[in-house]
């Protein structure tokens, strides 16, 4: 157990819709990272979040959004949702943000479009 | 910029040597390994630092050049529990920037 919590695991939903994923960083970790894992992607950087702020952002569409609140958990929205959304999206955290701390991932959660 | 892992998938017999390769375009900070079984999340194997030394966990150990901005992993006497997919991430020498992943090196061993 890696202290990082995902939830839910599993979502289906259908195309055109919205849907939030949640992410609960281990305790005393600051940032938190959320990652989209296709089969023949390999895990690609979304957006990072440190002690509430924006950090990085990498290949996130527009149609995603995400935040982290006071309390550090942090959500990932997606809205119109496509086909080619459906993926595991996985949350990390680590204390500092930086790259020279290892990162802690969540069991991720199983997105299906359909 | 996503680093670029050779080969793409090997498969073992217990007791056998592999050796994974990352490789860069950026000049790099920070190399990570992590090891992913399926339907599980990547959990961390090391961190290899610019200027750093070759380091090890359990039989599997790595190395980094950086001017090459190239990174090797290593493991020794496969086992059977090494099976799944190894991943790379680099971070550049800005240093506060993220981590990218490689698309990964599927590895499986069989008895």
């Known amino acids: 157990d890696s202290g990082v919590t995902q939830t839910p695991k599993h979502l289906i939903t259908a195309t055109g819709q919205r849907v939030t994923l949640r992410c609960s960083p281990r305790?005393?970790?600051?940032?938190v990272y959320w990652y989209q894992q296709s089969l023949d992607q390999g895990l690609q950087f979304l957006i990072q979040?440190?002690?509430?702020?924006?950090?990085a952002k990498g290949n996130i569409l527009e149609r995603f959004s995400a935040q982290q609140f006071p309390d550090l958990h942090s959500e990932l929205n997606l809205s119109s949702l496509e086909l080619g959304d459906s993926a595991l999206y996985f949350c990390a955290s680590s204390v500092r943000g930086t790259v020279n701390e290892k990162l802690f991932f969540g069991s991720g959660t199983q997105l299906s479009v359909l | 910029q996503q680093p670029v892992q050779s080969p793409q998938a090997v498969i073992l017999r217990e007791g056998e040597d592999a050796v994974i390769n990352c490789s860069s375009s950026?000049?790099?900070?920070?190399v990570h390994w992590y090891r992913q079984k399926h339907g599980e999340a990547p959990v961390f194997l090391m961190i290899?630092?610019?200027?750093?030394e070759q380091k090890g966990h359990e039989k599997i150990s790595a190395s980094f050049n950086e001017k090459k901005q190239q990174s090797s992993l290593y493991l020794t006497a496969s086992q059977l529990s090494y099976s799944g997919t190894y991943f790379c991430g680099t971070g550049g020498l800005a240093g506060n920037t993220p981590l990218v992943f490689g698309k990964g090196t599927r590895l499986s061993v069989i008895a």
């Open positions: 979040y440190y002690n509430g702020e924006e950090r």
């Open positions: 305790s005393g970790d600051l940032s």
């Open positions: 290899l630092l610019k200027g750093g």
């Open positions: 950026k000049a790099l900070y920070s």
